[in-house]
C-alpha cells in the first residue's frame, strides 16, 4: 500500500510500504493512484514527496506477479499522471530504487538520493526491458550513451554516480526525507513544465549508428543470442530518434515480444532457482531448515597454487584471517607473493580498506593450524597426498574442525576414511579463479554430517557465492556432466567436423566460447592426467584394446595424440587452434590433415556434420546425464543442476539451464533425438537415454518444479 499523509508546509508525504523492497505490486500501484489523486486535488497540498518505507524507495516491479495475469493499474498511465502533475513529486531515493522503481522515481520532477543509495534499470537481467518508460525516459535525462550503458546492463548506480550522470538532483549523507521536504517547499509553485522528460529531446553523439553498433558488439560477446540486451539497444534508438509517444509505443512492442520469447521465463526461473539453492537438503533428509552452521572465525588452506590463491584471496576479502599452507619455502614465497598482489587488486577494483580483509599468514608447518575452525586443502589432485593430508589434519586441527577438499572429482569417502572425524570432511569445490566464479560445489559424502554441510554453506554465502549441495561421485554433478558433452565433441571431428564448427554452433547457442576454445584455455593436460589415472592412455592399455574403443564403449584418443604431440592449449602456442598471437585461436591446418589423416587410419568416412547434429549430441547427452544425477539422487533437483551449470559452467541464463532448456524444447524431443543417437552410434552408452527422461515423458513432461516429487517417488520404487 502507500501511506498519506499532510505534513505543515503544505507537504503531502506518500510512503510506500510493501516489505522487503515495496515492491510495485497491485495493491501498491492502486494505493499510488489514489494518494497522488488525493494530493493533487487537495487544495491545501503544495508539493508532493514520494518515499518508500524502511529506508527503501521501490525494488521494482514485483516478480511474483510476473507470471500471472496483470492485475490492477497499469504502471505507464500511473507514472504519467505523477509527470502531469501541476504540483513538484520529488521522489526520495534511500537504499534503492531499482526497475519500476527508478522508473516511478523518473516521473517525479526531482530526484533526492541518500549517499548510500543504488539505482539501476534492472530489468534486462531478468530477460525484459525497463517498460513503464525507463528506456524513453533515462536517455532523454541523461543522454543516449550513458542510458544504453545502464539499460543494456542492468547494472547497480551508485548514488554519487548518479549525481554525477545527472540522474538524481542531489545527494545527501544526512536524511534524504527531510532533504526532500525543505527543497519541496523552495519549488513550490513553480512551473512543472520544463520537469518532465517526457517533454525533453534525449542528447546524443552525432554518429548514433556506430555507438549502436557498438553497444550490439559487446552485448553479442557477453550474452550472445540474448534477445533483452538488444531490444533495450532498439528502445534507446527510439528514444534517440522519435517523439516521446512512439518511443514508448515502441517501447511496449519490444516488451511483448520479449514477455513471450521463453527467454524472459527462463532468466526469471533462474533468479529465483539461485535463491532456493540456499535451501538445501541432502540425500539422508538433512536440510537447512533443523542444521546450524558452525561459526567460522579462523580458516586454513593448504596449497597455493591456482585454487590455494584464489580460496585464501575469497576468504580474506571476507574478513576471515587465513593461514596459507606450502610444502617448501620457494613456493611459499611465489604463492605469498601472488596472494598479496591478487588482494592488492581487488582491494582497488572494490574500494574494499585494508582493515576489512582478513590477515593472512604463510607458513610451511601444518600444526600452525591447531586453533583454525576450518580447513581448505587444495594440493595436487593425488587421492594418495591427499589421504596423507587429512590424516595429518586429524591430529594437528580442533577435533571440532571443518575439513574441506577443493578436489575436483575425487572420492570424498576415500578421502574421508583418513580422518579421525569422517563426518566433518565435505568437499568445497570451487571453480577457477576461485576469487571470481560464483558457484561452489558443497560435496557431501556418506558420512558427512549435517552440520558440516551447513557450515559449508554458510561459508559460500559469506564468500558471496552460490552454494549448492551434491552428492558424491565421480566429477560430482558439473563436471560429471561435462564428460559427454566433451566426448561428443571429439566424437563429431572423428566423423567429420572441425573444432571451429563445433565451437561456432555451440557460441550461437550462447555459450561464451565452445569446448575446444575452453580446452585449449584450461590445458589439455588437465584432462590427459585424469585419463591417464584411469589407464585409458597409452602403455598401460591392455594389449589387443582397439585405439577407438575402451571396454567395448568407443573412446577417442584424439586428445592423447594431441597431448603427446606437445600441443598442450594456449599454453604451448597449439592445441586445437593455433596461437600466433597469444590468446587469439586461428583454425589450423596442421589440424585439418591431422584429422583427414586419422580418419583414413582407422576408415572412418568422413562426412559433412549439420549444425542442429553438433548442438543436440552435444547438449543432449549432456542432459541425459543430468538425468542419470537426478535418478541417482547425486543432485537433489533438477534446479540445482541448473543452478550449477549457469552460475559454474557458463550456460547462457537466457537458457535457464541444461535441465530447464530440456523441457523447454521439449523432453519428447529430447527422448526421441537421444534413442536416434544412440541407434546410430550404439557403442556410445551415453547415448542411451536414462530411464528418469523416459519416465517423466510418460508422465505427460511436467513442468520443472513438479520433477522433484516425481524423482522421489521414483527412487522409492526403486
Ligand atoms: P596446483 O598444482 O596449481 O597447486 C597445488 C599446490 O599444492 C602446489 O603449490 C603445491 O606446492 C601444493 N602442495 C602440494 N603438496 C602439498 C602439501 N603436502 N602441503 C602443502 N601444499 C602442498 O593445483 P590447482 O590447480 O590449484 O589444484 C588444486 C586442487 O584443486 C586439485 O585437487 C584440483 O583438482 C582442484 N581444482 C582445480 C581446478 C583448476 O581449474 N585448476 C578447479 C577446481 C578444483
Known sequence: MALYRRIPGAIAVITLTNPPVNALSCTVRE????????????????AIVLCGANGKFCGGADIKEFSREMRGPPLVPMIDMIEESEKPVVAVIEGVAFGGGLELALGCHYRIAHSGAQ??????????????GGTQRLPRLIGVPAALDIITTGRHVSAQEAVRLGIVDKVTDSSAMEEAIEFAKTVAGEPMGPRRLSLWTAACPEDLDSLLEGALVRIRQRSRGALAPVACVQAVRAAASLPFAQGMKKEQELMAYLFTSGQARAMQYCFFTQRAAARWTTPSGASWENTKARPVQQAAVIGLGTMGRGIAVSLSRAGIPVIAVETEQKRLKAGRKAVNSMLTRESQKRGLAEAHLGSISFTLDLRKLRDTDLVIEAVFEDMALKKQIFSKLSSVCRPDALLCTNTSGLNIDEIASAASRPELVVGTHFFAPAHVMKLLEVVCGPRTSPVAVATAMQLAKRLEKIGVVVGNCSGFVGNRMMRPYTEQAYYLLEEGARPEEVDLVLEEFGFAMGIFRVMDLSGLDVGWRSRKELGLTGPKLPPGTEARSRGGRRYSPLPDILCESGRLGQKTGRGWYLYEKERVATPDPWLQSFLEDYRSRFGIQSRRVGQ?????RCLYSLINEGFRILQEGIAASPEDI???YVSGYGWPRHRG????????VGLPKVLDKLEHYHRTHPDIPNLAPSSMLRKLVARGSPPVHQWRALIQQHSSQL
Not at 499510488?32 to 487537495?42: L, M, P, S
Not at 542442429?612 to 543436440?616: N, S
Request: aromatic share 8%; glycine share 6%; proline share 4%.
Open 119 to 132: 539505482v539501476g534499470l534492472t530489468e534486462v537481467t531478468l530477460g525484459l526491458l525497463p517498460a513503464a
Open 657 to 664: 539451464g541444461p535441465m530447464f532448456y530440456a523441457w523447454m
Open 612 to 616: 542442429d547434429e553438433i548442438l543436440e
Open 642 to 644: 541448473d543452478v550449477i
Open 31 to 46: 494505493a499510488i493512484y489514489e494518494t497522488v489523486k488525493r494530493a493533487t486535488a487537495d487544495q491545501e497540498v503544495k
